[in-house]
């Protein structure tokens, strides 16, 4: 049952939300009968005041949280009933980028990219092949022998992104990944992103208040308010509850 999970997630077809809800146990409602589908290769902004749900709804993506009722599907597979022993296994799958980049100081940007790859059990010559392909996507091959104190934040987080994309996810789940950069850095931040998504067509789901982008990149977007789905558009600008209405 677990190499079928594992073909399946691999494949990544979809990602599907149906009826989803997320209560959590002090009583707070983060997600309200939230139905949602996204194409393999799409390229979504999700987006939201504070406290609105959409951290809850990325977190369920990749099985940090799980709803308290309906379904999350990844390529497929009920994520939301895999045992938490197996949560690792889809984790493979899919990549993560963080706002606060996560790399491990003591390790240069080579280790800091090959570290995932290692608790895999590859082998050395090929845990270099996908290592420098990685840093070659991000423009950052170069830097391969230094440590995280001595670069900028932009390039910090292109190798969080070769970090994410090392593996060759079929998802690449971004938490506000321009939070902590100035407009240049995170528009070729973003730029990177967005190469990424067309060239190896990854589904990137984004987490973001950075209103400029969204509204320059013109992608898909999402916005949730309150827990609810209040806007749905390709192609679409940074929106709130002000503005929307509940579809």
Not at 15 to 39: F, H, P, Q, W
Not at 109 to 133: D, Q, R
Not at 214 to 234: A, P, S, T, W
């Amino acid at each position: 049952m677990c190499d079928i999970i594992i073909m399946v997630i691999n494949d990544m077809e979809f990602i599907s939300l149906k009826d989803c809800y997320k209560i959590y146990r002090n009583g707070v409602t983060a997600v309200a009968r939230l139905n949602l589908k996204i194409e393999k290769g799409e390229f979504v902004f999700v987006i939201g005041s504070s406290g609105s749900g959409k951290s809850s709804i990325i977190k369920m993506l990749y099985r940090e949280e799980k709803p308290s009722k309906g379904e999350v599907i990844v390529g497929g597979v009920n994520v939301a009933k895999l045992r938490d022993s197996k949560v690792y296994k889809l984790r493979r799958r899919i990549g993560i980028v963080f706002q606060d980049f996560k790399l491990l100081p003591n390790l240069n940007v080579y280790e800091n990219v090959a570290f995932p790859l290692e608790s895999f059990g590859l082998k050395k010559s090929e845990i270099k092949t996908k290592v420098h392909k990685a840093l070659d996507q991000v423009g950052l091959r170069e830097k391969y022998k230094s440590f995280p104190r001595e670069l900028s934040g932009g390039e910090q987080q292109r190798v969080c992104i070769a970090r994410a994309i090392v593996n060759e996810p079929k998802l690449l789940i971004c938490d506000e990944p321009t939070g902590n950069l100035d407009s240049d850095t995170a528009k070729e931040i973003m730029n990177v992103i967005e190469k990424i998504n067309k060239e190896t067509q990854t589904t990137v789901i984004m987490a973001t208040h950075a209103k400029e982008i969204v509204n320059r990149m013109k992608k898909r977007v999402v916005c949730i308010e309150n827990g609810v789905l209040v806007y749905d558009k390709e192609k679409g600008t940074y929106k709130t509850h002000e503005n929307t209405k509940a579809i």
